[in-house]
């Protein structure tokens, strides 16, 4: 055979090898698509209505659909209950891992789970981290009824201060704990709310002074508020000042010890910066893992949900699946030490 037969042979066989691999390339995208077309993805909320997790799950829902092939509906449902530990455990028992359920829990859990606590019945190193799009921060926001408008006010109050919290697991619970150890706040913790809107209505009425959680909840949730000068944030727990607060006093800042300082980053900081996770049953198919993964990222991005999320006064800095699994692998290496004396504090 001539050297031109034999090229175009070769040609017409790199074209074949070509069109091969593109089609390859397509059939699981079209396969997904036939998946979820017509299907419903159901957002798990382990907090009440009304709080910032499920504000945040609703904004995401409202856009996630257009960026998963075959469009699939989306629902929110709220599953309030353990600071959310009802929810991760059923979703993580029961759910199908079919790609058709995410839950919507607390990053605290990963703290439960490492301390031993009761009722987890998840190994959170199974999830299926789809990701979390807010890295957040935790303030202590206390009214103005309450007489209590500053740090030092609070230091100096000759009885506790009554802070409002959903249970272990759950910021609003941990949070006072690990300030009234490391710092020694005056706190008398009162229990068993079932989000943070039902602490801000406590604390209105006068129930409660405050309570501590989320930065990006506190503003957008109670802005109305804080604008009114109702409330005040009287101190904040983040690696460095928020830009929102530069004025506010870090709880790291005055540690006086560097357990004080491990535990309140232990116990606050990192498990805080990851609170709203958002997980797939362990066995999801990985396919459907990586697509809804990059569904939730490009979401995110997405120019109408941001203008909705601006809307709303929420905050985007997302943490993406992969860097999620490996923040929750790294907890698991804690010291120790430290994780011994978080056992006592958390409990």
């Given at each position: 055979m001539s050297s031109p037969g034999r090229a175009t042979i070769a040609i017409a066989l790199l074209g074949a090898l070509g069109l091969l691999a593109a089609l390859a390339w397509t059939i699981p995208a079209h396969a997904q698509a036939r998946f979820f077309e017509g299907k419903t993805i159901r957002i798990i909320v382990g907090f009440s209505a009304g709080g910032g997790f499920d504000t945040y799950s609703r904004a995401i829902g409202r856009h996630l659909s257009r960026h998963i092939p075959g469009n699939p509906a989306i629902i929110v449902e709220n599953m309030p209950g353990a600071a959310s530990l009802i929810a991760a455990n059923q979703v993580y028992r029961v759910a199908k891992p079919d790609g058709l359920t995410i839950v919507n829990f607390h990053g605290n859990q990963v703290i439960g789970q490492l301390l031993g606590r009761e009722g987890i019945d998840f190994d959170v190193r199974k999830f299926q981290w789809v990701g979390v799009p807010m890295r957040d921060s935790t303030v202590c926001a206390l009214t103005r009824a309450s007489g209590i408008t500053s740090l030092d006010q609070w230091m100096a109050a000759k009885t506790p201060v009554k802070l409002g919290g959903i249970g272990p697991g759950d910021t609003t619970h941990d949070?006072?704990?690990?300030?009234?150890?490391?710092?020694?706040?005056?706190?008398?913790?009162?229990?068993?709310?079932?989000?943070?809107?039902?602490?801000?209505?406590?604390?209105?009425?006068?129930?409660?002074?405050?309570?501590?959680w989320q930065w990006e909840s506190v503003k957008s949730t109670w802005r109305k508020a804080l604008e009114a000068g109702d409330i005040t944030i009287v101190l904040q727990i983040a690696s460095k000042p928020l830009p929102d607060l530069p004025n506010v006093p870090l709880a790291s800042k005055l540690a006086r010890t560097e357990e004080a300082r491990q535990l309140i980053n232990a116990g606050i900081i990192v498990p805080t910066a990851m609170s709203r996770l958002y997980a797939l049953p362990p066995g999801t198919p990985a396919d459907r893992v990586q697509l809804l993964r990059t569904a939730f990222r490009e979401t995110l991005r997405d120019s109408e949900f941001k203008a909705d999320a601006a809307r709303a006064k929420l905050d985007v800095d997302p943490i993406g699946g992969e860097e999620l699994e490996h923040l929750v692998q790294e907890l698991f290496k804690l010291d120790s030490a430290i994780v011994m004396k978080l056992k006592g504090v958390l409990r």
């Open positions: 949070v006072a704990r690990v300030l009234q150890t490391a710092l020694g706040l005056p706190i008398q913790l009162v229990r068993g709310y079932k989000g943070t809107a039902d602490i801000r209505l406590a604390a209105e009425a006068g129930e409660v002074a405050g309570g501590c």
